[in-house]
């Protein structure tokens, strides 16, 4: 069992930036692999970004060259640049074992 609590989200105008962070704990040795994914409104939850415990990020082409992933010690941190009212959307923190564990999701909010 992994549980996963993140933190990070909030309010910002369009161009600001955030960092949310994700600290697991539980089976933490058996993690292989962490990352992010968002859900807005009326559409389904979908990859942001994602980093292997051997280090190789990947990343949905929408955010390339404004977010990066980053992880160390069963923690895993987005930083969030240049941000556009499309990112709007719950985040949610993952880890994959032999299955995937999911955070409770916090609001990330963009306005124009």
């Known amino acids: 069992q992994v549980q996963l609590v993140e933190s990070g989200g909030g309010l910002v105008q369009a161009g600001g930036s955030l960092r949310l962070s994700c600290a697991a704990s539980g089976s933490i040795f058996s993690i292989n692999a962490m990352g992010w994914y968002r859900q807005a409104p009326g559409k389904e939850r979908e990859l942001v970004a994602v980093i292997t415990s051997g280090g190789s990020p990947k990343y949905a082409d929408s955010v390339k060259g404004r977010f990066t992933i980053s992880g160390a010690n069963a923690e895993v941190y987005l930083q969030m640049n240049s941000l556009k009212p499309e990112d709007t959307a719950v985040y949610y923190c993952?880890?994959?074992?032999?299955?995937?564990?999911w955070g409770q999701g916090t609001q990330v909010t963009v306005s124009t």
């Open positions: 993952l880890a994959h074992v032999t299955q995937n564990y």
